[in-house]
């Protein structure tokens, strides 16, 4: 049975109706990491690993929601919502509140989700379930909220009610991805452009170091913090600066000795990486994978380095792949201090490589590392009737 039937199975077993069917993927990031809320570019795409959600209105204001991997169920009332211990419920109740806060009517709901995405290994579980939810009440409920605004809505409860700073890529990939193709993201206008991405003779593979990234959120908001630092004090001189996005590396490099050193790495981390994103896309244009992977791993040095938001397993799982030539590029990806690498891999040694990495990795750490191999698909989306079958 298919994960989304098993959904459904359910929701037809609690509440004996027919749902409305969501699925709403998980997403890699080939560069472009922590520039989404410097203004900066992003390059991801959607995966997958998703999170299906079953649904249907209710008539009165209550919220009732069973979440199939926590064998848990949780139920709010709509216009009562308070942070809740279960740390899965506040990312749904997150886009209650934004709804409620910009004035959209809407009832109650009975919920059931499900899905593969690993929580905790920097595929975007989080903002599966809150853009995937902004998805389905939209559908729900008619509010004709476009895909943009649902985008910034779903990141507004992250921000807001979970109290994540994250940035917009992850919840802008979930609603726009599409099957083989990366998303280049400007962050500072929103535009964006489509990259192909079907390589027949290329895989994403992901290493999930099972290193959960509990450390993540404060350090995420500190790293935010350090980056604004820089921009305030190169502003005071330079007045159009408003994100390192309008700093150049040259303007950066005069602040050198202005700026204390942790600061200044950080900032040239994040001026380097956007101009690493751009060559990365001229090399996708020419079908130049060797290029780009080398600009992936040059982007894992400087997240290590400079930005510091690595940890030991995602070095080793990256160092291990070091000249290995069937592995064009090899990075940690997401917020960091665990989670999972990236890694682009000649599709015929996928196998023998995942044996060799996993294997010293639990000789190592003690402790068994997963391989995940990825292929891109769709953003959210309804389930139709014919995928249904
Ligand atoms: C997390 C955040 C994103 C982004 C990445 C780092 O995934 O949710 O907004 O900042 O970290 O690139």
């Known amino acids: 049975m298919k994960l989304f039937e098993k959904v ?34 992003v390059l991801p795409a959607a995966i997958n690993k998703a999170i299906y959600f079953a649904i249907s209105p209710r008539n009165d204001e209550k919220c009732d929601i069973y979440s199939l991997n926590m064998k848990d169920n ?18 749904l109740m997150g886009v209650v509140d934004q709804l409620n806060q910009e004035g959209f009517k809407i009832k109650g709901f009975n919920c059931v989700f499900g899905g593969d995405i690993p929580i905790g290994a920097g595929l975007s579980s989080s903002a599966a379930l809150e853009a ?6 939209n ?40 099957t083989n193709k990366v998303l280049r993201i400007d962050c500072r206008s929103l535009e964006y452009k489509y990259f192909p991405f079907n390589y027949k003779n290329i895989s994403i593979v992901l290493f999930d170091s099972k290193i959960s990234h509990s450390l993540a959120s404060s350090e995420y908001n500190k790293r935010r913090k350090e980056c604004r630092e820089g921009v305030e004090i190169i502003r005071k001189e330079h007045s159009h600066v408003k994100s390192l996005r309008d700093v150049p590396i040259e303007l950066l490099t005069e602040y050198k000795n202005k700026l204390n050193h942790e600061i200044y790495k950080r900032c040239k981390y994040v001026v380097e990486e956007n101009s690493r994103l751009l060559n990365a896309c001229d090399a996708l244009m020419k079908n130049d994978l060797k290029t780009f992977g080398t600009l992936m791993s040059k982007t894992h040095q400087g997240l290590s380095e400079d930005y510091e938001v690595s940890c030991k397993e995602l070095d080793y799982l990256v160092e291990l792949t070091n000249n290995i030539s069937s592995v064009y590029g090899s990075r940690m990806m997401g917020g960091g201090f665990g989670g999972c690498t990236i890694n682009l891999v000649e599709s015929n040694s996928v196998e023998s490589l995942s044996d060799e990495i996993l294997g010293k990795y639990r000789k190592k750490f003690k402790q068994g590392a997963k391989a995940y191999i990825t292929t891109i698909s769709s953003g959210t989306s309804i389930i139709s009737k014919s995928e249904k079958g």
Not at 30 to 41: P, R, S
Not at 74 to 87: D, G
Not at 151 to 159: D, G, I, M, S, T
């Open 8 to 41: 459904e199975k359910k929701f037809i077993e609690i509440f004996n109706e027919a749902p409305l069917l969501v699925r709403s993927p998980g997403r890699v990031n080939l560069i472009g990491e922590h520039t989404d809320y410097n203004f900066g570019f």
């Open 74 to 91: 949780f139920q709010f009332q709509i216009h009562e919502l308070a942070r809740s211990k279960k740390a899965w419920t506040n990312y």
């Open 132 to 137: 995937g939810l902004a998805y389905a009440l």
């Open 139 to 178: 559908n729900l409920f008619n509010l004709g909220i476009n895909k943009l605004e649902l985008v910034k809505l779903a990141q507004k409860a992250e921000n807001e009610f979970v109290g994540v700073q994250c940035g917009i890529m992850d919840q802008y990939i979930n609603i726009f991805g599409q």
